[in-house]
């Protein structure tokens, strides 16, 4: 069975700071691998897919990567802002439907 | 546009009693998922249907659990004889339909909390 790990489990910075979130995954045979942002009593956002072919993706001060063959993929976030902080979670899809999840990581951004 | 909604978003139930979870997903989407987020965990999968038909129900943790999607809409996500250990929040996901390989972006809604007493 696949699992997903993330660390840190939680992580706190300063307003303004560059940083890098971890997930690692143990069967390197997937088709994809996102990345979601979940705020307290809510659901899951998507922030970013990469699909197996591709080695990362951007969207604005997020820049998440792929390397398929050892199992790992990290979100960095540049220029934190306090609105940042959320529950950072990565799943990766493999030959069937559904998403593995790794438990996130708690971000907290200080102003 | 409308998102995924899911409806009780918040839902208190006796141990026996039964419950229903309803999802909405965004129209179009053929695919359409069930997920089961404990307290401090990740989602992990219950069940997957493509339209209508329930092609994957191997995450459902016992017989207690049935989910349901008749006209490949709208799901509802049946849970009979509340235990207290099916306390959690309950995610409903839709997507696109592509095949191959990659895979298309799923959609969560807000979640349903569930508190067996």
């Known amino acids: 069975k696949q699992e997903v790990t993330q660390i840190p489990a939680a992580l706190s910075v300063p307003e303004g700071e560059n940083l890098v979130l971890n997930c690692s995954f143990t069967?390197?045979?997937?088709?994809?691998l996102q990345w979601f942002r979940q705020d307290p009593g809510k659901g899951l956002t998507s922030l970013l897919l990469?699909?197996?072919?591709?080695r990362e993706q951007t969207s604005g001060r997020l820049n998440a990567s792929l390397d398929k063959s050892s199992g790992r993929s990290t979100l960095y976030i540049a220029a934190s802002q306090p609105g940042d902080s959320a529950t950072y979670l990565c799943a990766v899809r493999t030959g069937a439907n559904n998403l593995f999840f790794g438990t996130g990581t708690r971000l907290t951004v200080i102003p | 546009g409308a998102g995924v909604s899911q409806s009780p978003r918040y839902k208190v139930a006796k141990r026996g009693q039964d419950v229903a979870l309803r999802c909405d997903p965004i129209s179009g989407h053929v695919s359409l998922f069930w997920y089961q987020q404990a307290l401090g965990q990740g989602p992990e999968f219950l069940t997957y249907f493509q339209n209508e038909a329930q092609l994957d129900k191997s995450g459902l943790p016992s017989d207690r659990f049935f989910a349901e999607r008749p006209e490949g809409s709208v799901s509802t996500l049946k849970i009979q004889r509340t235990q207290q250990e099916d306390s959690a929040v309950y995610l409903c996901?839709?997507?696109?339909?592509?095949?191959?390989?990659?895979?298309?972006?799923?959609?969560f809604g807000p979640g349903t909390r569930l508190t067996v007493l």
């Open positions: 990469i699909q197996s072919s591709q």
């Open positions: 996901a839709s997507s696109l339909l592509r095949r191959g390989t990659g895979g298309p972006r799923q959609f």
């Open positions: 069967d390197s045979a997937i088709y994809n």
